[in-house]
């Protein structure tokens, strides 16, 4: 079997975290198979029949948002409305051949259809009025819908590839709508026609669908098609066991990137939400490719948990490559440092970037740690900086004068000659140190303060010195 699966999101709003699991599961899916021999295939269709909801705003979120994350698809993204007329066409050929019929019920009668369930305790449910009345009956002026003609006894049985076996009476499903009055298509019967005509063999999409797989499934077989394997996904939930909110987590992809997330960071995360591998937490492209199989999907919600996605992008963080996170974070000190960010800023960023991206789990933290190195003196001091300059002024201008005399500026011979001096001074180093880092960096914390020395130069170090000791420096909250 050569495997084709698909993500068909609603362009009606942005692409949550939730939707870009489902996207990651049928994209790894289809390349696993590529990879051992089956084909594998994996598409993007845009269900935009929704023609009031449906933005090119929201649109064009799903599109960047996917392609940040990496899930490339395969071919041009398929818009469901405009294969409306092959939906239509389809339905008038259920029709034909006796398994839809003409429903003349009007918005009234249906109306009192469901208030009638109500009132008796019973589903609500469309009765059949129509199902085998002679359509001469019918009365004037009523647009008729086309409903399919279900089977009414014996059971609808899905083999679920995560699920197991699961089955529904058919006695609780009614005859659905296929065709609106109005000759558009529904739901239901779009999605049946489109998986239908682009070969999909796979559906894997989130649990809260189940029971739209017990219609399509009576829809597929009226249409004497091949049905697709099905496999609903647990929902993911916050990490309190309740429905995903946007305090838990459930935000568009496009938040995600703005608080500094990886993509990989956040792809290795996804996957671990709801499937696993043994004990495996790192797990890059290639092995969650080789790996992934529908069997290791468990069938109990996730819970999405931020700490660990922080941990683990600070692991992706630390892996990354320097020159490609000066560039990830460059608009983000920019905006920091209220600057454009000048030639010496962004060679003082890169060859800082080592020990920066030692201290951060995200790009935002990244950008924070690291603007001063491109700020322009005087420094901002913070009022932690501050408070570690007061008091230390004497012994940071000998300080000063030491330093001016050292010959070799690299790490290992400032950490030398700062430790020389706090013990000639009868003092702690750190004594030394706090005063130093709160003159270089404007703030109470930073990466090693003699590596940060180093990256500064001579003139650069001593020059914030000097301005912290003149007390030139603009004073923050």
């Not at 999409?205 to 004497?224: C, E, I, K, M, P």
Request: proline share 5%; net charge neutral; glycine share 10%.
């Amino acid at each position: 079997m050569k495997v084709v699966t698909r993500f068909a999101p609603s362009p009606t709003g942005y692409l949550h975290i939730g939707g870009a699991r489902t996207a990651l599961f049928n994209w790894l899916f289809a390349r696993h198979h590529r990879r051992h021999g089956a084909g594998g295939t994996f598409l993007l269709r845009i269900e935009d029949t929704d023609r009031a909801r449906s933005t090119p705003e929201a649109l064009a979120a799903i599109i960047d948002g996917l392609r940040w994350l990496g899930l490339e698809w395969d071919g041009e993204p398929i818009s469901q409305f405009a294969r409306r007329e092959g939906h239509a066409e389809a339905a008038r050929e259920l029709l034909a051949a006796g398994r839809a019929y003409r429903c003349y019920c009007t918005p009234g009668e249906l109306e009192e259809m469901r208030a009638k369930a109500r009132r008796e305790g019973r589903p609500v449910r469309y009765d059949g009025r129509w199902r085998d009345r002679d359509p001469a009956l019918a009365p004037a002026g009523v647009a008729p819908t086309i409903r399919l003609k279900a089977p009414s006894g014996g059971e609808t049985v899905v083999e679920d590839l995560v699920q197991g076996e699961v089955r529904v009476a058919n006695a609780q499903l009614d005859d659905m709508v296929l065709l609106r009055g109005d000759g558009t298509p529904t739901y239901m019967l779009a999605v049946v026609v489109d998986d239908h005509a682009m070969g999909i063999t796979h559906v894997i999409r989130g649990d809260d669908h189940l029971t739209n797989t017990f219609r399509q499934v009576q829809l597929y077989r009226a249409f004497d098609w091949e049905v697709p394997r099905f496999a609903h996904i647990p929902l993911i939930h916050g990490p309190d066991g309740t429905k995903l909110s946007k305090r838990h987590g459930a935000l568009g992809l496009e938040a995600y990137r703005d608080m500094g997330y990886l993509p990989e960071a956040l792809r290795n995360y996804l996957l671990r939400l709801g499937w696993g591998h043994g004990d495996a937490e790192i797990i890059g492209d290639d092995q969650a490719i080789e790996w992934f199989d529908l069997s290791g999907v468990g069938r109990a919600p996730a819970r999405f948990d931020f700490a660990k996605l922080d941990s683990l992008n600070g692991h992706y963080l630390r892996r990354a490559d320097d020159a490609r996170l000066l560039e990830l974070i460059a608009p983000r000190v920019e905006k920091i440092a209220g600057a454009p960010l000048a030639p010496l800023g962004r060679a003082r960023l890169k060859r800082g970037m080592g020990g920066l991206k030692e201290r951060a789990k995200t790009l935002r933290e990244l950008a924070d740690g690291a603007a001063f190195y491109a700020r322009s003196r005087p420094l901002p001091i913070s009022a932690k900086a501050a408070e570690l300059l007061a008091g230390a002024e004497e012994r940071l201008n000998r300080l000063a004068a030491a330093l001016a005399a050292e010959p070799d500026w690299t790490v290992a011979a400032l950490e030398a000659s700062v430790r020389r001096f706090a013990e000639a001074e009868g003092v702690k180093l750190n004594q030394v140190a706090q005063p130093v880092r709160a003159a270089l960096t404007g703030e109470g914390v930073s990466p090693p303060i003699f590596e940060v020395m180093a990256v500064l130069g001579r003139d650069e170090s001593l020059g914030r010195i000097e301005d912290a000791l003149n007390k030139n420096t603009v004073a923050v909250a």
